[in-house]
């Protein structure tokens, strides 16, 4: 176990890197699913099933990785995981039929799936070694691994065919798993002497010099602790509903009902994910002066304040300043509710909120689609702000829950 703070700094660095590396070959996967709809021959709604491969094929195994790592440890799943996730982003360039597609997208969602639950598993045990409130840092690690990786995807997709980008991706993460992943193996996890239901006001870090030895346990109040973590999956779920919906219909609403270019329309959610970056950097020092229910209230009721501008607002100005404002809102939500049920319940806390979380990203598009035909698009968008909302309220209910 890593006790003096050179192999806790080594751990930290080793996670965000592979933080980054995820968002990195994701957002390199997607950018050039135009290409790949085009080879494979598929309609929109052919296409969309296969897409639905990765969102099944991280489900399924987010569950089974939380045993996983209680079992292994959370560092080498971490590990194993990053292979496959880079060996997995090779395979769907190499399909010619929308079957085969949706075949290997299930591979490579069930390594997307699982090194998010490892590596968030690892985190959690991290941030309660340094006692600080460090989980939006790797998420925005992520972030920041996604707009690269974005950003490099379109610079290379005129002048490399997807097998040749995504099999550069591969190589990528082999070689940072190579280099980073020795790090991981060397030190178990840094876990603190015992989880348990935090008895004290929600907005204290758990410290384990301070906790009290008669505090009940999560071993004692099994029940009560998976109340609480599915709680904090609903917190991860309302984010997630957001930043699907934003990714999928954001642009669409600034195109299609504002009048926008497709060039600014594209902006939109760039406008979005850069100020969720900005708000998951700053997300440390925003908890320390906080706390988590204080910044789970806010937050939730920016973003909810921020999606209403952005979905009614009459001007496209107007409409991307809500974007970010929403995006500053939801950005340290799904953090501190995959920290909270890690604390709570360890890998298998992570793995439940990280489904729900990701049931939400799952849900939202669709969701946002059926709203739009029986409403509006504009209309539709507010449920956003709706779940926002819900999760500031969550929000206050947790602390209430976890200071009985």
Not at 69 to 89: D, E, F, I, N
Not at 90 to 97: E, G, K, R, V, Y
Not at 122 to 148: E, K, N, Q
Not at 327 to 355: D, K, Q, W
Request: net charge positive.
């Amino acid at each position: 176990m890593p006790g003096d703070g050179k192999d806790l700094t080594r751990l930290r660095i080793a996670l965000t890197t592979f933080f980054a590396l995820d968002g990195f070959i994701f957002a390199g996967w997607v950018v050039r699913i135009p290409a790949i709809k085009q080879q494979t021959g598929a309609s929109p709604s052919t296409l969309g099933l296969a897409l639905l491969g990765v969102s099944a094929g991280a489900v399924i195994t987010m569950m089974f990785t939380g045993r996983l790592c209680r079992r292994y440890g959370s560092h080498p799943v971490t590990v194993v995981c990053a292979v496959l996730l880079s060996l997995t982003v090779t395979l769907p360039p190499l399909t010619h039929s929308v079957a085969a597609l949706g075949a290997v997208l299930l591979l490579f969602g069930a390594a997307y799936g699982s090194i998010n639950v490892a590596f968030n598993s690892a985190a959690v045990d991290l941030v309660a070694a340094l006692r600080r409130p460090i989980m939006p840092t790797f998420h925005a690690a992520f972030s920041l691994g996604g707009m690269v990786g974005a950003g490099l995807g379109g610079l290379v997709a005129g002048s490399l065919s997807p097998t040749r980008h995504l099999l550069g991706l591969g190589i990528v993460g082999l070689l940072v798993t190579a280099l980073t992943g020795p790090t991981l193996l060397r030190h178990e996890p840094a876990r603190p002497p015992e989880r348990g239901v935090d008895t004290r006001p929600e907005d204290e870090d758990p410290s384990p010099a301070k906790a009290d030895p008669h505090r009940p346990t999560a071993r004692t109040h099994t029940s009560r602790t998976r109340r609480l973590v599915v709680v904090f999956g609903l917190i991860a779920l309302c984010t997630a509903y957001g930043e699907g919906a934003l990714a999928d219909w954001g642009a669409l609403h600034l195109e299609q009902d504002l009048g926008a270019s497709a060039g600014v329309a594209a902006a939109g959610y760039s406008c979005f994910a850069l100020a969720m970056t900005v708000g998951r950097l700053t997300g440390t020092t925003l908890l320390e002066r906080l706390g988590r229910t204080r910044t789970v209230v806010t937050g939730g009721a920016v973003a909810a304040a921020g999606m209403l501008l952005g979905s009614l607002a009459p001007t496209l100005w107007a409409a991307l300043v809500g974007y970010s404002v929403a995006g500053l809102g939801l950005a340290n939500l799904f953090p501190v509710a995959v920290e909270r049920a890690g604390a709570l319940a360890g890998p298998s806390g992570v793995a439940i909120a990280s489904t729900l979380g990701y049931g939400g990203m799952l849900l939202g598009p669709p969701a946002i689609g059926f709203m739009a035909d029986w409403l509006s698009l504009p209309a539709a968008l507010t449920s956003v702000a709706v779940l926002a909302a819900a999760a500031a309220l969550i929000g206050l209910t947790t602390r209430r829950a976890t200071a009985d």
